[in-house]
């Protein structure tokens, strides 16, 4: 079956990197784009970065660009996100998330991880 | 950025209560608007896409309208495993999309 699993998070100190990974299963990862979507504790939704099918084309929110980069390996069906420069605020469980659209982001997330914690404290 | 509203931000009702959840816009994004389901300590489901596409598996008492700036999510008779937090995504304002803050869904 379709299969998302992050793996990566934990607990780091403020300024420090860590990069979180998402293995797909069950579905042709090389033809969905691929999002990572985050909920800080006891709150909503924030949509983090997406990269295209292809690697190619990659976006991100406000709050996260130019310290974090999304990446992709198809050969691996592998998902990952480099988080440097943590702050307090990007603490959170980070999903990953894949769009509903095949090769053209839709933008609509189908089918989701179970989540990993990052917790970024002193 | 578009920002979403929803309304209420916690409703309680009872099973097999009809029941809506408003979703607004800030500006007009035509159908581009999802709808999730979240219980708690799991991942969000899509239930409906571009403002009334029903996602394969969801149950046919979930229903999804509205275009421009208000939605509606109609549950039509609440089962037991429908209380939960719901939430609109709208996807006109790409790559920048965004969330409604969630409407909790509780047992009266």
């Known amino acids: 079956q379709v299969q998302l699993v992050e793996s990566g998070g934990g607990v780091v100190q403020p300024g420090r990197s860590l990069r979180l990974s998402c293995a797909a299963s069950g579905f042709t990862f090389s033809n969905y784009g691929m999002h990572w979507v985050r909920q800080a504790p006891g709150k909503g939704l924030e949509w983090v970065a997406d990269i295209s099918y292809d690697g190619n084309n990659k976006h991100y929110a406000d709050s996260v660009k130019g310290r974090f980069t999304i990446s992709r390996d198809n050969p691996k069906n592998t998902l990952h996100l480099q988080m440097n420069s943590l702050r307090a605020e990007d603490t959170a469980v980070y999903y990953c998330a894949k769009d509903l659209g095949w090769i053209l982001l839709r933008r609509a997330f189908d089918m989701w991880g179970q989540g990993t914690m990052v917790t970024v404290s002193s | 950025d578009i920002q979403m509203t929803q309304s209420p931000s916690s409703l309680s009702a009872s099973v097999g209560d009809r029941v809506t959840i408003t979703c607004r816009a800030s500006q007009s994004i035509s159908t581009y608007l999802n709808w999730y389901q979240q219980k708690p300590g799991k991942a969000p489901k899509l239930l409906i896409s571009a403002a009334s596409n029903l996602q394969s598996g969801v149950p046919s008492r979930f229903s999804g309208s509205g275009s421009g700036t208000d939605f509606t999510l109609t549950i039509s008779s609440l089962q037991p495993e429908d209380f939960a937090t719901y939430y609109c995504?709208?996807?006109?304002?790409?790559?920048?999309?965004?969330f409604g803050p969630g409407t909790k869904l509780e047992i009266k």
């Open positions: 995504q709208q996807t006109y304002s790409t790559p920048r999309v965004t």
